[in-house]
């Protein structure tokens, strides 16, 4: 047996629908024919899977009948005239092939009510991923330098599963004297105070408990500290980020 004979022959030998001798011709080839043995493999995959891809259904009565009415007309048809061997082959073929595709038919009367059932649920199940996903979509925004701040660069970070916003700054000027770097989120020009950048060699950082969602703004301000500024900034500021877009991912 060659290897097109084989692929032919592969989808009955899968479905076990071969005779004896088929089935050994095929066995023999298959023992020293990788290709072949890989293309068995895949299909019998695929049939092992057939059974639970679908709801089990009672098949109606009229499918039963015509199946076998047609097996029944082929056989009368083939049984009155002798039959050359070519058209022996191409009969058992045509029996085969209709016996799979009674198989086939039966499973897909099935398929048509699972299908609807399993779009359905999938749908259902996107929807819900959509909705997971956008409650742990990690949001990043750039921030920029401005006025004494000029050259300075960084990110504003939202965390959705540590539920944090981290600020990372570099290039800011030198602090002088009790100087310190404060954070700030703005929303409608009221800002809120996320804390005291901490500086380790040249950058600057801040982590704050908490979502930048519903703010427009995160900005960096230069306070005369010691201490942390309460209200608003009494220092210039000298770094922020637009929080109105969507952000990088």
């Given at each position: 047996m060659t290897c097109d004979e084989f692929e032919e022959l592969s989808g009955a030998y899968a479905l076990d629908a071969v005779t004896p001798v088929e089935r050994e011709t095929a066995r023999a080839h298959l023992a020293g024919c990788a290709k072949c043995t890989r293309r068995l493999q895949e299909l019998r995959a695929a049939v092992d899977l057939l059974p639970y891809s679908v709801t089990q259904v009672q098949p109606p009565e009229s499918l039963k009948g015509r199946v076998l009415e047609s097996i029944r007309n082929e056989s009368r048809t083939t049984s009155t005239q002798p039959i050359p061997l070519i058209t022996r082959a191409k009969w058992r073929w045509s029996t085969k092939l209709l016996a799979i595709a009674a198989v086939l038919l039966l499973l897909l009367s099935g398929v048509?009510?699972?299908?609807?059932?399993?779009?359905?649920?999938?749908?259902?199940?996107?929807?819900?991923?959509?909705?997971?996903?956008?409650?742990?979509?990690?949001?990043?925004?750039?921030?920029?330098?401005?006025?004494?701040?000029?050259?300075?660069?960084?990110?504003?970070?939202?965390?959705?599963?540590?539920?944090?916003?981290?600020?990372?700054?570099?290039?800011?000027?030198?602090?002088?004297?009790?100087?310190?770097?404060?954070?700030?989120?703005?929303?409608?020009?009221?800002?809120?105070?996320?804390?005291?950048?901490?500086?380790?060699?040249?950058?600057?950082?801040?982590?704050?408990?908490?979502?930048?969602?519903?703010?427009?703004?995160?900005?960096?301000?230069?306070?005369?500290?010691?201490?942390?500024?309460?209200?608003?900034?009494?220092?210039?500021?000298?770094?922020?980020?637009?929080?109105?877009?969507?952000?990088?991912?």
């Open positions: 048509l009510t699972a299908w609807n059932v399993s779009l359905h649920q999938q749908n259902s199940s996107l929807a819900s991923q959509v909705t997971s996903l956008q409650h742990h979509v990690i949001l990043t925004y750039a921030i920029r330098g401005i006025a004494a701040g000029q050259g300075a660069s960084g990110t504003a970070t939202y965390l959705p599963e540590q539920h944090i916003t981290l600020l990372v700054i570099q290039g800011l000027p030198q602090l002088q004297g009790t100087q310190v770097y404060q954070g700030w989120l703005i929303h409608a020009n009221q800002p809120v105070s996320i804390g005291l950048l901490s500086l380790e060699n040249g950058v600057a950082s801040v982590t704050y408990p908490g979502n930048i969602a519903g703010y427009e703004i995160a900005a960096v301000s230069r306070e005369p500290g010691p201490l942390a500024s309460k209200d608003a900034p009494t220092g210039p500021i000298v770094a922020v980020a637009e929080l109105t877009s969507k952000g990088d991912l």
